[in-house]
């Protein structure tokens, strides 16, 4: 099917590519690219550059690939992506900067950064404030709710076409496994690079340290921190439970990941294509969501057969130690709004579900 869709354009170089198909895969499309095992990226005229900073088997950089397959396929090989994970196009921060600046096309960052370029965004960074993976997600991808915040950074170069749950992170550290507040006093918590999450995490109990996400290992190795807080998915991956074996599920953290784009990158497509690229994002996000339940499960499992140590600590006297947060962060009407709503959307849920 995609190669008959392929070969109908007619292009000589997108001929060639469905030729090379018919025997091994698609090759990457961008020379000296970065992802991949050759299978990730279809051949197209338009290959979009995703930068991201984790691994290529990560659930949003999996379900970006496919989402590439499917708009080679759907826009008769008029656009396709191909992900470049593992930070090789910059940490998350330099990466808005590319995008702003056009040099990179799409990035899948934290919603912390974000925070920072409109402080509206921190409401829906707020510790606690989604009940579950599927309430987060309802969040992020209800045009009604979160519309008028992702095209609120049009005049900064950035469109935010979409959120990803990613996960649910807890605090993991070298010294000890943390049962309560208390049991954070004095450690250095890495966090990301908000002050958000800095005064969270002094809140919980313990030294908010901001760093970019690929510091995180030597520095524990070092000494320089004693730990960090992210989904069981990242502590395995980036092996942070080999130097800090104590994963304490503190729950209290969803920050979303964001697809940004720069406007004038993505209105220069069609906008027939346009709404191809939507639709399959909303794909994206329906494959992304299942892995993500799934990669949780496994890197926990390997994570403890390794020899890291997990245990579940009563989350309330975190939850009320955060607390204040929501005084100090929500100080727009907006913030105020979106965190009202996203709460409320959590009720109804809830309502539903007796
Ligand atoms: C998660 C999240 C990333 C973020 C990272 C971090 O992996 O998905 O977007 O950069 O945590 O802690 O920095």
Redesign the pocket.
Known sequence: MRLRRLAAVGSAALVAVALTACGAGFTTATAGGAASDGAGAPEAERVFKVAF??NAD?P?AVAMTHLGERLAERTDGRYSVEVYPNETLGA?KDTVELVQSGAVDLA???G?LLENINADFVALNMPYVYDSQAHQEAVLNDPAITGDLYSSLEEQNIRVLGGFS??V?SVYTSVRPIETPEDLAGLKIRV?ETDTNSRMMDLMGGVGTPM??GE?YTAIQSGVIDG????E??YRNLKHDEVAPYYSYTNHLM?P?YLITNPATFDAMSEADRTVFLEELQAAYDESSRLTTEVMTESQRAAEEAGAEFNAPDVEPFREAVAPLLDEKLTTPTSRELYDRTRAVAEQMAEEER
Do not use: F, K, T, Y
């Not at 960090?228 to 989904?231: D, P, S, V």
């Open positions: 900073n984790q990560q949003e998350q899948l960052v934290a912390s990613a996960g992170r990301m970019g996400q995180v960090g807080e992210n989904n998915s990242i920050i990941d």
